[in-house]
Structure formats: structure tokens, C-alpha cells
């Protein structure tokens, strides 16, 4: 009998798979090992695939759509309510099919090798800013101890640190002195290892011509408009602004019932990085307009009206919306542009 719908739970050495027909009865259980997997669905009709959006799912989406097969891959959160049993991967696997068969359901794009190729540079520029923020605090840290207070920020250790470890009149020893200059050689380390990857994706961004359209909206630079190209891929896959913006976690909650509307904040779901690239780069834009001498405008008006942290998040939601525009229509942005009238 046809196989017609296909759920994959992924790992890394043993794979589930749940196959059903047209009907929605059940004609596949099985247990694939890793080197295995390619062989069997290459000898498979063509049929649509369903796998959760997790670790290596775009390497094996790509793989199958090769071979002709529909692949979907759906967030987590959306397969878990199928679970019917125990958690194990068999019924994890059979959740996944009867998910991917839902007309409403949600599904991830499937991310290029070049989109996947970016995102690595901004995961790793991330985990060395973070290291080196932690770094940074613990040679303040320790240096608190002995009653020596530094300002926060890299540039006033870069600054007074060397001072310190040379001041022979302060009480610290000959060990400690070393230990500081170690842990200062480090951050510098870290400082550098961080450069060296902004300039590369500062070099993917110079190359790439969607990312220096949305790096013209003001509020995005390269790195935000490198991470969202590589992250939003299609933009066609949200139907409308609003879609993108809510899959970035900068609409409103909801807690509405019996008619009454209940907003409350912002929902958080989605990509932190993104989200968190977009609001750096309102609240930089804010700083901009507090100081300009001319007081007018959309956003003049919203700071008049709300605090600094709506108005950051308010203006992300709008870049993140702008976005949308630019990406699906293949325009350019132009500030003092307007949607033309409907007509009747």
C-alpha cells in the first residue's frame, strides 16, 4: 500500500520513522540506523516528509527534497499536543506524521547551506561575547577583593589593569599580579577572536546585495541585517508583516476571554538573537533622536507618549515589519516612502 505521509524523530545514531497511506492507517514502523537512512528513502516513492525543526534537520531536509521527497519541519512545541503515549521515539515519531498532516499547521523553512554557513558565525561571534563578558567580570571581581574597584566596560580594564599589575604601592602579591595579567591576556584573546568575526560577517554582509538593502533601514547594521537574511530566508513564508514580527517575539501576549481583548507584554517567543539585535539597534536609534534638535515624527511622538523601552520595542516591531516589505517585494527603503491608496 502507497506511503503518503512520513514522520521522522531524529538523533543521532538511531532513527524512528511512522508511515501511514492516503487514509491515515498506519503501514510503516521502523528503526533506521544513521547510515541507513539515505538508502531507504532513495527507494521510497515520493512522499511528504515531516521532521522536527532540531539539530542536523536542515542537512537531512535538504538531503531528501534531493530526492524528491516534500519535506516540512515543524517547531517542537507544535508536535508535543500530538504525543499520545510515554515519551519515546517511536511516539514521537508517529506524533511528527500525524502533525505534518495538519492544513493548519506551522512549519520552519528549510535553511540553504550559505544560510546555515552565516548563522555558525554569529553563534560562535556570540559565544566568544559572551565569554568575554564573563571574563571581564571576573577580573573585576577579583580585583573587588582587594578593594580595587574598575568601572564596567573592556576599555577602562584595557586602561587601568596594566597601571595596576605595575603600582608597587598597592597590596597586591607577586602571584596575584600574574594571575591578572593572565586572565587580561585571555580577554584579549576573546576581544580579538570576536573582531575576527564581525569582519568576516561584515565581509558576507558587503557581498550579499538582500543584506545591504535591509542594512539602509535605519536601526539595522550588518550584523542584523546578515543574521536576518540568514535566519527569515524565504519571507514569503509569513503572509503578512505582523506574522514576521510575531515569530520574532515582539507582539503582545494574549490573555483575552468573553470578548475582552487583554494585552499584555511583549511574547518573547521565537529568536532571541534576532530580537535582541532589533531592540539594540532601536534603543541606538532612540539615543539619536533624543538628541536631534528637530522634534517631530512618529518616533518624537511615541517617546512623548511612552517610556524608552516601549518605544525600543515598538520601533523593532516596525524595522522587523519594514523588513518583511523589503524582503518580499524586492523593493528598496526609502524613509519618506508611503503605501499607496486602495482603490474602491
Known sequence: M?????????????????????????????????????????????????????????????KLQAMGHTV???????????VKTNKNDAADAEAICEAVARPNMRFVPVKSIEQQSVLSLHRVRQGFVRARTAQANQIRGLLAEFGIVVPRGIGHLERQVPELIEDAVNELTGSF?????????????????????????????????????????????????????????????????????????????QNSSGGKNVLLSISKRGDVYLRTLLIHGARSLLQVAKRKE?????????????????AAVALANKNARIVWALLVHGREFHA???APAATA
Open 2 to 62: 502507497k506511503i503518503t505521509t512520513v514522520g521522522i524523530d531524529l538523533a543521532k545514531n538511531v532513527f524512528a520513522v511512522h508511515g501511514v497511506n492516503e487514509h491515515g492507517r498506519t503501514v510503516l514502523k521502523n528503526v533506521l540506523k544513521r547510515n541507513h537512512v539515505a538508502e531507504f528513502f532513495a527507494n521510497l516513492p515520493a512522499c511528504v516528509i515531516g521532521m522536527e525543526a532540531c539539530a542536523s534537520a536542515h542537512f537531512w531536509a535538504r
Open 72 to 82: 516540512r519541519l515543524i517547531a517542537p512545541q507544535f508536535v508535543k499536543p500530538y
Open 177 to 253: 599580579r600574574l594571575l591578572i595579567q593572565r586572565l587580561m591576556d585571555q580577554l584579549k584573546e576573546l576581544d580579538r577572536q570576536v573582531k575576527e568575526l564581525e569582519a568576516q560577517i561584515q565581509a558576507w554582509h558587503r557581498s550579499d546585495e538582500t543584506s545591504r538593502r535591509l542594512a539602509r533601514v535605519p536601526g539595522i547594521g550588518p550584523l542584523t541585517a546578515s543574521a536576518l537574511v540568514a535566519s527569515v530566508g524565504d519571507a514569503k513564508s509569513f503572509s503578512r508583516p505582523r506574522q514576521l514580527a510575531a515569530w520574532l517575539g515582539l507582539v503582545p501576549r
Open 294 to 310: 528637530c522634534k517631530s515624527g512618529w518616533l518624537h511622538g511615541l517617546l512623548q507618549r511612552r517610556n524608552a523601552n516601549v
Open 336 to 338: 519618506d516612502y508611503h
